[in-house]
């Protein structure tokens, strides 16, 4: 089993509306849960980092925790081209090193 | 504030040979990170140090070592260099101890042939 899975992409909609993404992770003692994005021949950009159960919002960009379910999510909200990218979830299993997911392909057409 | 610097971008390398990849992290963090990402995955975690000491090692070969220096920068040395070695190297610095928010540098693209 794979540390932190995410849905396959790529995810295609269409601009203005919610991309939805999501990750599940297996090592139930992860404390700290990451969204990562990455424009394709760059390295990860930090977008959002949540660590208690419940939604966070920043912006365009909302991060759900799920612990009992061990379940992260990332929504973006009014998706312009700009968001067209790979969504990264990362998780920390112990107390040095991320584990990434393979990351979900985000298209948002015009 | 200077971001994450890493040096060189680009490199290609023969096998066999050794290659040492460069790494200064933001000014006031003291933790860096090594990651090795390949086409279509997330990276991999490789090394984490704090205050020039390793925190933790991910799964790779004794030809990866990293250290890290009295100002906090680091290198990642590779040997022996194989073809499954070409990757983007990416080096991510923290604050502190621990695996908090990560801001990664734009990488260094090595090529093997």
């Known amino acids: 089993q794979k540390e932190v899975e995410q849905n396959s992409g790529p995810l295609s909609v269409p601009e203005g509306a919610i991309a939805s993404l999501n990750c599940t992770y297996s090592d139930r003692v992860s404390q700290s849960f990451f969204w990562y994005r990455q424009y394709s021949g760059k390295s990860p950009e930090l977008i959002m980092s949540?660590?208690?159960?419940g939604d966070k919002e920043d912006g365009r960009f909302t991060a759900q925790l799920n612990k009992a379910s061990q379940y992260v999510s990332l929504l973006i909200r009014d998706s312009q081209p700009s968001d067209s990218a790979t969504y990264l979830c990362?998780?920390?299993?112990?107390?040095?090193?991320?584990?990434f997911g393979a990351g979900t392909t985000v298209t948002v057409r015009a | 504030d200077a971001g994450v610097t890493q040096s060189p971008t680009h490199l290609i390398k023969t096998r066999g040979q050794h290659v040492t990849l460069r790494c200064s992290p933001i000014?006031?963090?003291?933790?860096v990170s090594w990651y090795q990402q390949v086409l279509g995955q997330g990276p991999q975690f490789i090394f984490q140090y704090y205050e020039k000491e390793e925190r933790g090692r991910g799964n790779f070969p004794d030809r990866f070592s990293a250290r890290q220096f009295p100002n906090y920068s680091s290198e990642l040395n590779v040997n022996a260099l194989l073809l499954g070695d070409s990757a983007l190297y990416l080096c991510a610095s923290s604050l502190g101890t621990g695996a908090g928010e990560q801001y990664f540098g734009p990488g260094t693209r090595l090529t093997v042939t």
């Open positions: 990362a998780v920390n299993p112990n107390d040095y090193k991320l584990s």
């Open positions: 000014s006031g963090h003291k933790s």
């Open positions: 949540i660590y208690s159960n």
